[in-house]
Structure formats: C-alpha cells, structure tokens
C-alpha cells in the first residue's frame, strides 16, 4: 500500500475511534438511547433549554395550516425525546506496568516452539520461548513480565497473554498483560462505584495503557511452528522462556533466569480475528 493511502487509512481510522468513543446509540427498552461522552453535557444542556423556549414560543406563533402546526410540534417532540433519551459516558484508564528500561527490539531475535520431556520421558511438555542477544536485557524483559504476573512464575491467573498469529508465510508473536488483571478490575470498580455516588445511568469506557510485544517471524521449511500448532489445545500450561542463541543454531537457558508456565496461548489465523482481539488493530493499523 503506498505510504499516502497508508497514512490516511490510519488518520481514516484514529477519526472513527474517536467519533465512537464520543457518540454511540444503543437500545434502551422499546426505543433507544444515544450515548455521549460527558464533555458534551455543556452543549445538551443548552440545547435542552433551547428546546424548553421554543416550545413554549410556539404557543405564540401562528402556522399557515393545522398540518404545519402538527410537524412542527412532532419535530419538537422528537427532538426532546431523544434528548431525553441521552445518556452520558466517562472513561478511566488504568496503566499496566511499564517498562523502566529502553525497549531494543533488534534484540528480540526470534521466538521458538517445541515440547520439553520430564526425566522420566513420559510427558511432554509445551515450550514457548524468545530468543534475546543480550543476557542483560533478557533479565530487564523477564522483570517486567514478572510485574505483569505479580511475581509468580506460574501464572495460573492468566495475567500475562501470548499469541502467534499467522498471516502468510510469517507469524506474528504477542504478549501483552491481560486486560482482567486484579488490579484493574479494582481500579475500574472504584470508578464506577464513586461515579454511581452521581449517576446511575452513566456509561463506563475501560481504558488500558499497556506495552504490546510484538515480533514479526517467518515460517521457514524446518520450522516446527506449524507442527506445535497441530499438537496444542488452547488452555494446556506451557513453559515459556527466554533463551540465548548459540552458534549451532540452537538455543540455551539464561543463567539465574527461570522459566514461567503460562496458561494463555492464543494461535490463530489473522482472518479469524476479532474486534474482541487485541492484536486485530495492531494489524489494521500497519495495513
């Protein structure tokens, strides 16, 4: 796509964000409701008592025909209800844990898939991993997962999320905090619970600030993606590692840094995703 269309499709899309996140319709009962962000209130209010004058007015204002009288007092009624009908949105953004270092991703190199066995060869386990330049940033990578997990390596909770979303001969691989973290779902009902200290009617908005790996990897012949993909089943722990790259082209453990089992792995086709998908706008936007 060339770089102009490309840059406009984005602004295209930030304008259609933002036109949703202020105006929505939804149903309410047997007719409907509009929703506005509450910085509008200023302007409903007005038109409101705009609206209370000119029906009052109207009173004194002779029409041509009963015809014209009616639309003009149903076009007032209409406007009133929906008016009525307003309900107002607010919003809270809740900031995962972020990185307290720079994020280098020419030193992310890769990312790995195979199965480890116990000592006595009889089960076999899922392994998932990154492969890192540097030791150093390795431990700097594994800290903030760490924050995300709460400081568990086995993160039964789900708080760390991790994807390989297929598009073509490449993969893409995810991991991001998850957006039903402890500490947000407090965050956020403590906002809705001060709001409702005002208002029952208002429309909460969830806002997540949070960093997105992301590492585009290409599906070569001898890739064993396409067969780990065959053999998970979603939900099954795995263990994820960050590894250092050897000459042979292998991989090897990090020195000091243990492995996490993590039990959210999300494979999928990149037309298969969703707008429920956090990695489906992270593809539109780069298209």
């Known amino acids: 796509m060339p ?9 295209f899309l930030l304008w259609h964000n933002r036109l949703h996140f202020q105006f929505s319709v939804r149903r ?5 409701e509009v929703v506005l962000h509450e910085s509008l209130k200023p302007f409903v209010k007005a038109t409101k008592l705009v609206l209370t004058f000119v029906g009052l007015f ?18 007032i009624y209409v406007v009133s209800t929906i008016f009525e009908k307003v309900v107002f949105s ?4 809740y900031v995962h844990a972020l990185p307290d270092f720079t994020i280098d991703p020419e030193k992310w190199l890769g990312a790995f898939f195979g199965h480890a066995e116990t000592p006595e060869r009889d089960v076999e386990i899922p392994m998932v991993g990154w492969i890192i330049s540097e030791p150093e940033y390795a431990r700097k990578v594994h800290g903030l997962l760490l924050s995300w997990s709460y400081g568990n390596l086995r993160d039964e909770q789900k708080n760390i999320c991790a994807s390989a ?11 991001y905090p998850s957006l039903d973290r402890k500490t947000a779902e407090a965050f956020y009902e403590k906002a809705e619970q001060e ?3 005002t208002s029952l009617t208002d429309v909460h908005h969830r806002m997540s600030a949070m960093l997105v790996f992301g590492k585009r990897c290409r599906i070569t012949p001898t890739s ?5 993909r065959k053999r998970y089943r979603e939900g099954v722990p795995y263990i994820f590692r960050l590894a250092l790259p050897r000459s042979d082209g292998q991989t090897e453990p990090i020195p000091g840094l243990k492995d996490f ?25 780069r298209e």
């Open 90 to 93: 607010y919003s809270s953004l």
């Open 224 to 228: 064993y993606f396409p067969t780990f």
């Open 195 to 197: 709001r409702k200290k």
């Open 165 to 175: 979303i297929v598009d073509g001969d490449d993969y893409v691989f995810f991991c």
């Open 261 to 285: 089992v993590l039990f959210d792995l999300k494979i999928k086709d990149r037309k298969d995703l969703t707008r429920k998908d956090i990695e489906f706008d992270h593809f539109r936007i």
């Open 3 to 11: 770089r102009d269309t490309k840059t406009i499709r984005q602004r």
């Open 58 to 75: 109207s009173a004194f204002i002779t029409f041509q025909s009963l015809f014209v009288s009616f639309l003009f007092a149903l076009a």
């Open 28 to 32: 309410g009962g047997w007719f409907f």
